[in-house]
């Protein structure tokens, strides 16, 4: 019913910025949310950043200051600006979007922050 297709992601060094992208298509009448995960090797899959439909954010402690969620409600995509970036931000960095009580996620884009 959802589709989430991320874009963005790669191999940066620490200090540089990065923005991910997601796209949601399908049957998208109502988001309540959309946000960002990601996991790193040997840990959970943990919140980055969120945004409801209000446009209310959060953030994880480890990243606030350094990245920026930000939607674009026509083209139904959630973006993810990271600055400053940190060898400890290596992961997965997964789009997930909830909307009706269901979630859905996308595929996962690696983000690699070498030193």
């Given at each position: 019913?959802?589709?989430?297709?991320?874009?963005?992601?790669?191999?940066?060094?620490?200090?540089?910025?990065?923005?991910?992208?997601?796209?949601?298509?399908?049957?998208?009448?109502?988001?309540n949310a959309m946000g960002w995960y990601r996991?790193?090797?040997?840990?959970?899959?943990?919140?980055?950043?969120?945004?409801?439909?209000?446009?209310?954010?959060?953030?994880?402690?480890?990243?606030?200051?350094?990245?920026?969620?930000?939607?674009?409600?026509?083209?139904?995509?959630?973006?993810?600006?990271?600055?400053?970036?940190?060898?400890?931000?290596?992961?997965?960095?997964?789009?997930?979007?909830?909307?009706?009580?269901?979630?859905?996620?996308?595929?996962?884009?690696?983000?690699?922050?070498?030193?």
């Open positions: 019913q959802v589709q989430l297709v991320e874009s963005g992601g790669g191999l940066v060094q620490a200090g540089g910025s990065q923005r991910l992208s997601c796209a949601a298509s399908g049957s998208i009448f109502s988001i996991q790193a090797p040997g840990k959970q899959r943990e919140l980055v950043a969120s945004i409801t439909s209000g446009g209310t954010t959060n953030y994880a402690d480890s990243v606030k200051g350094r990245f920026t969620i930000s939607r674009d409600n026509a083209k139904n995509t959630v973006y993810l600006q990271m600055n400053s970036l940190k060898p400890e931000d290596t992961a997965i960095y997964y789009c997930k979007l909830r909307q009706s009580g269901r979630m859905w996620w996308g595929q996962g884009t690696q983000v690699t922050v070498s030193s």
